[in-house]
């Protein structure tokens, strides 16, 4: 089972870019999707996370310019990201609860976010 992340790129500072990330349409239920990212020697860490009914939760640094949401009928989760910030830079991964008999945790491939100044 793997999970598609796609929307990656170059952008300016002020920018804005929105990733998305798929599940298998074999998939019949998915709880907890999230995204997470990673600069270069830094930490992983939590950007923003959705449940099965759409509530969602920030990372302090970008609560405010990034929204998640999610598509449970394309399996899809989306990470807008608005008024990008140079340390923004990272490589963004998708996560995801997916009922796979059992229930197991699982990560997309990163996707590259290079924001300029």
């Known amino acids: 089972v793997q999970l598609q992340a796609s929307g990656g790129g170059l952008v300016q500072a002020g920018g804005s870019l929105k990733l998305s990330c798929a599940a298998p349409?074999?998939?019949?239920?998915?709880?907890?999707m999230a995204w997470y990212r990673q600069a270069p020697g830094k930490r992983r860490e939590m950007v923003a996370v959705?449940?099965?009914?759409?509530?969602?939760n920030y990372g302090d640094s970008v609560r405010g310019r990034f929204t998640i949401s999610r598509d449970n009928a394309k399996n899809t989760v989306y990470l807008q990201m608005n008024n990008l910030k140079v340390e923004d830079t990272g490589v963004y991964y998708c996560?995801?609860?997916?009922?796979?008999?059992?229930?197991?945790?699982?990560w997309g491939q990163g996707t590259q976010v290079t924001v300029s100044s």
């Open positions: 349409g074999s998939i019949v239920a998915i709880n907890r």
């Open positions: 996560n995801a609860d997916l009922r796979t008999d059992p229930w197991r945790n699982y």
């Open positions: 959705i449940d099965s009914v759409g509530i969602a």
